[in-house]
């Protein structure tokens, strides 16, 4: 399967190639000739499969194909649940689109919205944003979607996570019900299925990877070192493993920035992103990290989710999310489109069952290193008690003879690194 004998429009095809793509991805070939046949789609795809070209890229044939009959209203609406993600696919739209007579407008909330309202009132085909600013704009008479073709959900899953299931369903209300959905999410849980079933007409479904897994291109380890040490250990880890671009997840936005100003104290460049900065602020952060300007970018959960950075090599999870889906959420913005990636988890004995439920879901043991100075031979069970080591750390003395050595002062080694692959959108 190719672009050119999916059908698709010469201008569409020219900015594919533009961008170094010379063949689909498996969810953008199952879901590109389903979505352009008008049937709704309810498809499962882990961010890094090319999902985003996946609807951008017929959306794009539909409406250059149909009558405009909607005057200057939107004719098709992307929902997505974060400013940055909202901006990803705002940048897919207007590059796969750049040879159409198209005109799209990024909404999202943290930026002045008098300046969102005058390109609406200019009039724009597809409107791209979050939830809460388009109900505001809504609010004020500035967003009619009454004459809407085409509604897209993107990474549904984590919209509901951040509690938008009231503004969707305030959304949907304002659309036509004779529409065309295309519902995109990671996960398909029983709250994911409820929504699923009252805004889609007879959906295709498509899957390209189960629940819950992890792209088979990231190699996962843990290394276990007591709490205090963490801020100790990744910075030898990146001043050893000469890493250029590291995004490292904490659960606190105070932790976020707590941990990028150690860092900078440590000789490493880092930012913070999380949800309490402005939008101009996270832009510039993103930024500076994807120009390599940044070493170390430190986030959160929801600030990251969306994050789109090209041959990300490294994902470091410095803090355990108390979900367990959320593992899979943060290294999935490394090994993606093919590409190899390194995840590294910092785990201390206050995590083990955190680690344990992680390796339940992806339904694999996850290597462990024993580091020189850093890590203790023993481990916290889950009824609390300590110990004599059991696999994880008869694994980890096997990988220490193998090559993670501690050094003379006692101190310690680690890296790793990533290779590159065919490009997919």
Not at 48 to 71: D, M, R, V, W, Y
Not at 201 to 221: F, G, I, M, R, Y
Not at 276 to 287: D, G, V, Y
Request: proline share 4%; with cysteine; glycine share 10%.
């Amino acid at each position: 399967m190719s672009f050119e004998n999916m059908g698709l429009l010469p201008e569409i095809i020219t900015g594919v190639k533009a961008q170094g793509y010379l063949e689909p991805t498996p969810i953008q070939e199952q879901a590109i000739p389903v979505i352009l046949k008008g049937r709704d789609i309810l498809a499962r795809a882990q961010t890094g499969t090319g999902k985003t070209a996946a609807f951008t890229l017929p959306l794009l044939q539909i409406l250059s194909n149909k009558e405009h009959t909607a005057g200057r209203l939107p004719r098709a609406l992307i929902l997505t649940p974060t400013r940055e993600l909202a901006a990803q696919v705002g940048k897919s739209v207007e590059t796969y689109g750049g040879g159409l007579r198209l005109r799209s407008s990024i909404i999202f909330g943290g930026v002045g919205i008098t300046p969102q309202i005058g390109r609406l009132r200019k009039g724009v085909d597809i409107v791209i944003g979050t939830p809460g600013r388009l109900l505001d704009l809504a609010g004020r008479k500035a967003l009619d979607l009454s004459r809407l073709e085409v509604l897209i959900l993107d990474e549904a899953d984590r919209m509901l996570d951040m509690g938008f299931i009231h503004d969707i369903r305030k959304i949907i209300r304002m659309v036509p019900k004779q529409r065309q959905t295309l519902f995109f999410s990671a996960t398909y849980t029983k709250e994911i299925k409820a929504l699923a079933d009252t805004i889609l007409n007879k959906p295709e479904l498509v899957e390209v990877a189960q629940d819950n897994s992890a792209a088979e291109t990231v190699s996962h380890s843990v290394y276990r070192v007591p709490k205090s040490r963490k801020r100790e250990l990744i910075s030898h880890l990146i001043k050893e493993g000469d890493w250029n671009q590291v995004l490292i997840f904490t659960k606190t936005k105070h932790g976020a920035n707590r941990l990028a100003k150690q860092l900078d104290l440590d000789g490493i460049t880092a930012t913070a992103i999380h949800g309490n900065k402005s939008q101009s602020a996270r832009t510039r952060a993103l930024a500076n990290f994807k120009a390599c300007k940044v070493r170390a970018l430190v986030a959160t959960d929801i600030a990251a989710r969306g994050l789109d950075i090209d041959r990300l090599p490294h994902v470091v999870n410095y803090e355990l999310s108390h979900v367990p889906e959320d593992y899979v959420h943060r290294i999935g913005r490394t090994g993606r489109a093919g590409l190899s990636g390194d995840a590294i988890s910092l785990v201390s004995d206050e995590e083990i069952k955190l680690l344990h439920a992680i390796e339940r879901l992806i339904k694999k043991d996850i290597e462990v290193k024993l580091i020189k100075g850093f890590s203790k031979p023993k481990i916290v069970t889950d009824n609390g008690r300590n110990s004599k080591p059991d696999s994880y750390n008869r694994r980890s003395h096997r990988e220490h003879k193998g090559g993670v050595r501690g050094n003379k002062s006692g101190g310690f080694s680690g890296g790793g690194g990533g290779g590159r692959h065919r490009r997919t959108p």
